[in-house]
């Protein structure tokens, strides 16, 4: 380690400050082309939200989103609760409307058929009681849920324009986002009355 701090050393000032803005560049430009081949590629998939609060000072208006399919109903005959921070995958199903539901959340990749879409999450509670049609919980006997993040939970607007989504009714509510294969996620339009309102450009 001496010999490394040593050799680093040696080298003038403005060539590190040059090396670690270009190692800085780099690392953002992979992120930005990361996320434009998820937009690109992914297959959309359209996801009922729920907006909470809607400011952020430093950065502009946005949005924090939750979704219909943040929570997972646990299998009944489940041997093992999923942990917090755990990856998981979630299979999911669009209904008669379209609309994607949560029908089966595993810690490694399922295989899927059809119509279903699988995509990856990080657990935020193992076992919680599973939400009505109201999005209130109702704890019942034998049946829990995993709530789960996908890393689609905040979304920024124009400034100004966090609150009126905000109060927007959310059964008037949509994100369509893209998933890729792998199950990586990110939102690539926000819709009201299912026209688009925000549409994610791809950089």
């Known amino acids: 380690m001496s010999t490394v701090d040593s050799l680093i050393g040696r080298v003038p000032l403005l060539p590190r400050y040059i090396l670690a803005v270009l190692l800085l560049c780099g690392l953002i430009l992979a992120m930005v082309y990361q996320r434009a081949e998820i937009l690109r590629n992914g297959q959309e998939v359209r996801l009922e939200i729920v907006p909470v609060d809607p400011r952020d000072l430093f950065r502009g208006d946005y949005v924090i989103l939750d979704y219909q399919i943040s929570s997972v109903d646990l299998p009944k005959d489940a ?18 409307n379209g609309k994607a539901r949560a029908v089966a959340i595993t810690s490694e990749r399922p295989a899927v058929s059809g119509a279903d879409i699988v995509i990856l999450g990080k657990v935020d509670a193992g076992s919680v009681c599973p939400p009505n049609e109201e999005g209130l919980r109702v704890c019942k006997p034998g049946i829990r849920a995993a709530l789960v993040k996908y890393g689609l939970e905040s979304y920024f607007v124009p400034q100004g324009e966090g609150k009126k989504i905000e109060t927007t009714e959310k059964a008037r509510l949509e994100v369509v986002a893209a998933v890729t ?3 990586q ?4 339009r926000l819709l009201i009355d299912g026209k688009p309102v925000y549409d994610e450009p791809p950089y």
């Not at 041997?79 to 008669?96: I, M, Y």
């Open 185 to 188: 996620s990110a939102i690539k």
């Open 79 to 96: 041997t093992s609760e999923f942990k917090r921070g755990q990856k998981v995958f979630v299979t999911l199903r669009p209904n008669e």
């Open 181 to 183: 294969p792998s199950g």
